[in-house]
């Protein structure tokens, strides 16, 4: 009986360990909509002309957008990436961005607020590049790809 009652005890603590904190924001992520607020100006940055994806896992986010045209209509053409590593406490996202192709943005941090519901991420924050003028709001929906 003292051995049956270990075991319970046992698989209660290792089933507690692995429900414990499960990160909702790690995935792969497309986005779906994107507006800037700047000054009294609200607009959409949302572009159905490219897909952009974000890759969030444990410590790192990398976000890629290219254009669906395959580079091959100049007036269209676009591709940009970045990264870095990431915190998260509570609702709060912090991107330290360390790589992007414009490279005036690099070693920037730009804090979010995060909502996870169900299969959408949204997040929403500033950002903020003083040696390029930049200074907006941002609102992100993105999706789960799956």
């Known amino acids: 009986m003292k051995k049956a009652i270990s075991v ?16 909702p924001i790690i995935g792969t992520w497309r986005l779906v909509s994107a507006e800037t607020t700047d000054k009294d ?3 959409s940055t949302f572009n159905a002309n490219t897909k952009m994806i974000k890759i969030i896992n444990e410590t ?10 395959n580079g091959k209509d ?3 053409a676009l591709y940009f990436a970045g990264g870095g590593k990431y915190t998260l406490k509570d609702s709060i996202y912090t991107e330290n961005l360390e790589y992007f192709n414009n490279r005036d943005w690099e ?8 909502k996870v519901q169900n299969d959408t991420l949204i997040q929403k924050g500033i950002e903020k590049v003083e040696k390029l003028g930049v200074d907006h709001i941002i609102i992100e929906k993105y999706v789960r790809e799956k």
């Open 8 to 23: 319970l005890i046992l698989i209660s603590t290792i089933s507690a360990c692995n429900s414990e904190k499960k990160n």
């Open 41 to 43: 100006s609200t607009f």
């Open 60 to 69: 790192h986010f990398a976000f890629l957008n290219h254009d669906l045209k």
């Open 74 to 76: 100049s007036t269209t």
């Open 107 to 114: 070693n920037n941090k730009f804090e979010f607020i995060v």
